[in-house]
C-alpha cells in the first residue's frame, strides 16, 4: 500500500469516527440506534450513508425523521469539509451479521445461522434454529425442537435465513373469486 493511500485511509477513519461521534446522539435523541456510517466517493461528490434501527423495526416515517435530524447536524458542522456529498439514511438490510445483543434481540423470531465456540481451543459448532430471546449475556436458539442457550462470547457474527414459505393449498381455497 503507497503512502498516499494509507493517509487517505487513516483521514477516512478519523472522519468516519468523527461522524460517529456527532452522529450517535442525533440519532439516539429520535429513539433508534446509530448501526454504522460509510462514507464513499461517488465522482465529485461523497455518499454518506447512515444505518439506523430501533426494536420494532424502522419505518419509512423514521426514516425522513432521522434522514432530517441528520442532515441539520451535518449543517452545522464541519466533519466532512466543504465538498458536496449526498446522504443516505437506509435501515440494516437482511444480511447484516449479528453481532451486538440488540441485533440477536431484534432477531427473535428469525432462522439463524451461526458458529458456537465453548472455548478458544474447542471446534465450532454450527448452529441453525430459530432465535427465542437475547440479553446482554446469552442467546436463547430453538434448535431441533429444544430450546438450548448459548452464552454472547461464544457466538460468531449471526447470519439471518431467508425463509420463504409455501402458500398451503387450504388459503388458496379459502379464497372467493366471485363466482
Known sequence: MSAGARDGRV?????????VELLEPVVGESGHD???VAISQAGRRRVVRVIVDADGGVSLDDIAVVSRAVSK?????DV????????EVTSPGVDRPLTEPRHWRRAAGRLVKVAFTQDEQG????VEGRVVAADEAEVRI????SERAFPLSGLG???VQVEFRRIEADDEEGETHGH
Do not use: F, I, N, W
Not at 483521514?11 to 461522524?19: M, S, Y
Not at 466532512?80 to 446522504?87: A, D, I, Q
Open 123 to 126: 471446534p465450532a459448532e454450527t
Open 157 to 159: 457474527p449471526g447470519r
Open 80 to 87: 466532512l469539509g466543504g465538498s458536496p456529498y449526498v446522504l
Open 73 to 77: 447536524a451535518l449543517d452545522e458542522t
Open 11 to 19: 483521514r477516512g477513519d478519523r472522519q468516519k469516527a468523527a461522524l
Open 34 to 36: 446509530l448501526e454504522d
Open 142 to 145: 430453538e434448535v431441533a425442537g
